[in-house]
């Protein structure tokens, strides 16, 4: 222990004597907060201004007049955690108009919405349930039932419109394609089987809901796809499967997410080129010396190359975790601000504070994330040896290959994200975007637990190859 | 001090198809200065570089203290080595050169500052390495060496790059080093360099031992029975002495070597011929003669200077 305590100390006299130490950190600082303030304020959003909503499904419906109920037994077909089946009332059929609706999904329980603003939850088990909605004036009650016997409220809302048109209907979010930063949404079709619908009888109608191409209704910027046709069968007066695609809902409700809600990870994207400073600091921790022949000093000094190497990387990982560590507070503090400015805000983005775990974790990560960079690169400069050959291929790697696979193709994009050790950048999520996403290509820890194995992989390969060849 | 040699067993190392070290095997002794000597490309960095554990050999065993180098946790308290003056972060400052590698070993600090004293190079201390001369690199390595204040020192042409002061000195150093029981090796390709400075000398030629004795043994064999004669008459001396049966080689415009005669019968032999004489006396031969004369068949490549 002493003689690996000794190593560590060796080390950090090392690299706190040379320059490029400090160069290659400021590199890195100087990088990540360069690109992260050019995009904190480059970027804008008017999500909270201009009421971004969806209002896109299959509606089965037929006029109503004056206060009434619309009760059925929802059957949903999964096809995601945030497909919506259920009941709505509305203002006529066009896209934008007055609504409410007490809804079914697969994975957050039963919801009841008015108007793409107000939304009401309350937790059931998956699985066929009962539904109800009641209507005095504009203020509508949703009720869920497992058995049509009990009946649960979910709650009240408020509507602004004259309600004409009530019935069933059906909506499947599409799934969202991340090209580098432009999303592409496709969509899915979903469908349900509604049972004793009541009123029963003839004079349902179909129509599908579709924003108008313009766009006039809803706001840019919400997940939305060219709709399926959706459609309608009817087994008997009270039992009809329908069809359809679309989301109902505002941004921030009902899963309707936008892509661009990570702020904290917005505010730290930098770090993806400040890694530049990271590769520096950790390959030139070891190519120097092969290029110099301290290597040979070094270990006459110390014979167990295996404990250098150890203590290298760990001086590597501590330096560049401490001062990534405050890069990334610093770069979380000052863009939170810019990014306000620039409409990031709340009701739509969230602006969790620095102590909140998945910020911690985010802040954390990144500064895990460049050391873990730096480790690596180390590795990859002991198994080269060559100053220019270790950094051409890491910056191949790790920063001309992302780029150009993110301006390629999504499937390019995917790859990177996916299978190298930039999918240790999962890590900087707070997020989950949904709905369904490969934006989120990686779980936080599974694309983290990419990048820890691509270290130890090449460190392994280092060790072995340096207690192999001579020095 | 503790006494410890340096030992080599058969060592074999072959670069491709090149032998560098060709079962060399030979012993350092404790209390003396020994010359490691031989042409470039005779295999001498190989070896120390096979004795510090840097390169591993095909096969053979290099020992130091009986312990090969790689089982030694802190090297540097028992084995000092200066391989390469230029292995050093021209942007480190000499100061810090010398920290780090006592911090592996555990060697306090102040240790640094005394390093560099001996060395002559306290004013450089918070130099960087890349502003030094060759001279002053060299002080910093053997500055290193001398850190663990090692009972073994192992150092690679330490003389290269020094000035007549700088000579002066590392030779002072070495033999007071040996005089204190210390193991000292040093090598060069030189042997003029090692005259005056190494006890005993192993040379090396196409990574064998050609010889591995003391420097006056060396001499004295090589310079045998010989007779040097100074004449102005050459031709005449070299009738007379082949005429008394000696055998006689003209070494320069007035200098012969005579051999199978001694001084006196060489003076008689000369007197009776009347050839002018201005000096006979037994012949000296200089370590660089006998070196070239021993290395000429085992030169692999010629120095280029």
């Not at chain 2, 002794?29 to 960095?45: D, E, I, M």
């Amino acid at each position: 222990m002493t003689a690996f305590y000794r190593a560590v100390v060796a080390e950090w006299t090392k690299l706190r004597t040379v320059r490029s130490t400090g160069l290659a950190l400021l590199a890195m600082i100087g990088l990540t907060m360069l690109l992260s303030l050019l995009a904190a304020t480059l970027s804008t959003s008017t999500a909270n201004d201009a009421r971004l909503s969806v209002d896109q499904f299959h509606f089965v419906h037929r006029p109503v007049t004056g206060d009434a109920t619309v009760t059925a037994r929802v059957s949903q077909s999964d096809t995601g955690e945030w497909a919506k089946a259920g009941l709505m009332v509305k203002e006529g059929t066009a896209s934008g108009s007055s609504y409410a609706a007490i809804m079914l999904t697969p994975g957050h329980g039963v919801r009841l919405q008015a108007d793409a603003r107000t939304e009401v939850s309350r937790p059931s088990a998956a699985g066929p349930r009962w539904l109800r909605l009641r209507w005095t004036g504009q203020s509508v009650t949703g009720y869920e039932s497992p058995d049509g016997v009990t009946w649960n409220t979910v709650g009240t809302v408020a509507v602004a419109g004259r309600l004409s048109e009530a019935g069933l209907f059906v909506a499947s979010p599409p799934r969202l394609h991340l090209l580098g930063e432009i999303p592409r949404y496709e969509a899915v079709p979903g469908s349900a089987t509604f049972q004793d619908v009541a009123p029963d009888g003839p004079g349902w109608r179909d129509t599908p809901v579709v924003e108008p191409p313009s766009g006039a209704a809803v706001g840019e910027g919400v997940p939305s796809a060219p709709p399926l046709a959706g459609g309608s069968r009817w087994s008997g007066t009270a039992m009809v499967t329908v069809t359809g695609s679309g989301d109902i809902g505002g941004a921030g409700m009902g899963g309707i997410n936008l892509t661009d809600l990570d702020r904290v990870r917005a505010g730290l994207s930098g770090v993806q080129f400040g890694l530049i400073g990271a590769i520096a600091l950790g390959a030139l921790a070891v190519t120097a010396e092969f290029r110099t022949g301290t290597i040979r000093t070094t270990f006459a000094a110390r014979p167990g190359r295996g404990t250098v190497l150890a203590a290298k990387s760990l001086v590597v990982a501590v330096v560049v975790f401490v001062s990534g560590l405050a890069l990334a507070v610093a770069a979380f503090l000052i863009t939170r601000p810019l990014q306000h400015a620039n409409g990031y805000h709340a009701p739509i983005y969230p602006s969790p504070a620095l102590t909140s775990p998945p910020v911690l974790r985010a802040v954390a990560g990144a500064a895990l994330f460049l050391s873990l960079i730096a480790v690596f690169s180390l590795a990859v400069g002991t198994i080269v040896r060559r100053t220019a050959g270790a950094v051409v291929i890491l910056l191949t790697g790790l920063v001309i290959v992302p780029v150009v696979a993110a301006g390629t193709s999504g499937s390019a994009a995917e790859v990177v994200g996916r299978f190298t050790p930039l999918a240790g950048l999962s890590i900087l999520q707070t997020v989950e975007l949904t709905p369904l996403s490969n934006a989120v290509v990686t779980g936080v820890w599974a694309g983290f637990a990419v990048l820890c194995g691509y270290t130890a992989a090449a460190l392994g390969a280092a060790f072995w190859i340096l207690n192999r060849r001579d020095a | 001090m503790p006494s410890l040699t340096i030992e080599a067993r058969e060592l074999v190392k072959t670069y491709g198809r090149t032998v560098a070290v060709d079962h060399l095997s030979f012993t350092v002794r404790p209390g003396l200065v020994t010359g490691f000597v031989g042409p470039n490309g005779a295999g001498k960095s190989t070896t120390l570089r096979m004795l510090l554990a840097l390169d591993r050999p095909d096969s053979g065993t290099a020992l130091i203290g009986g312990r090969p180098y790689r089982d030694y946790r802190e090297p540097a308290r028992t084995v000092g080595a200066l391989l390469d003056p230029e292995a050093v972060h021209p942007g480190r400052r000499a100061a810090d050169h010398l920290l780090w590698m006592a911090q592996y070993n555990g060697i306090p600090r102040r240790r640094v500052g005394e390093v560099l004293a001996i060395t002559g190079l306290e004013s450089a201390a918070r130099k960087r390495a890349g502003g030094f001369s060759l001279g002053m690199r060299q002080r910093l390595g053997i500055a290193a060496a001398l850190l663990g204040d090692p009972a073994v020192l192992i150092l690679d042409e330490p003389v290269n790059g020094l000035d007549p002061e700088g000579i002066r000195w590392i030779r002072g150093l070495l033999r007071s080093m040996a005089a204190e029981g210390r193991t000292v090796l040093i090598s060069s390709h030189l042997m003029g360099e090692l005259q005056d400075t190494a006890d005993h000398l192993i040379v090396l030629g196409r990574g064998r031992v050609l010889a591995d004795t003391s420097v006056r043994e060396l001499l004295d064999l090589t310079s045998g029975s010989r007779i040097e004669v100074s004449t102005s008459d050459r031709g005449g001396a070299l009738e007379a002495l082949t005429g008394a049966g000696a055998t006689v080689a003209v070494t320069g415009a007035e200098t012969l070597t005579v051999d199978g005669l001694d001084t006196a019968r060489v003076a008689a032999v000369l007197s009776a011929a009347g050839v002018p004489f201005t000096g006979v006396g037994p012949h000296r031969a200089s370590l660089e003669d006998v070196y070239m004369a021993m290395t000429r068949e085992h030169v692999t490549f010629s120095a280029l200077t």
